[in-house]
Nanobody, 122 residues
């Protein structure tokens, strides 16, 4: 079972910045598309940003221009830099890895981190 270890969450004032990190094994990182999701209080989990192995990125409309996803292949780590944070960014943030099938008959698999709380105060 692959593990994803997140860090970097915390309490920040509106307008501030945070950077989340998610580290995993090289075995997984080298083949997986990576993503950050978040789950606000009382709401469903939603995709925030994703980055493929060839560095193609995608962002939710609500964070475009404020958040940046990146990956460091040497450290097997994906980052989410969050600038100009708003109260509505308050959520538990989860890292996810989408691994393609390991064999022709296999299925893709998704792995999740434990989540890290981001709280934005006014």
């Amino acid at each position: 079972q692959e593990q994803l270890v997140e860090s970097g969450g915390g309490l920040v004032q509106a307008g501030g910045s945070l950077t989340l990190s998610c580290a995993t094994s090289r075995r997984l990182f080298r083949v997986a598309d990576m993503a950050w999701y978040r789950q606000p209080p009382g709401a469903q989990r939603e995709l925030v940003a994703s980055i493929t192995t060839d560095l193609t990125t995608n962002y939710a409309v609500s964070v475009k221009g404020r958040f940046t996803i990146s990956r460091d292949n040497a450290l097997n780590t994906v980052y989410l830099r969050m600038n100009n944070l708003k109260r509505e960014d308050t959520a538990v943030y989860y890292c996810a890895a989408d691994r393609p099938p390991l064999t022709v008959e296999g299925r893709p698999q998704q792995f999740w981190g434990q989540g890290t709380q981001v709280t934005v105060s006014s």
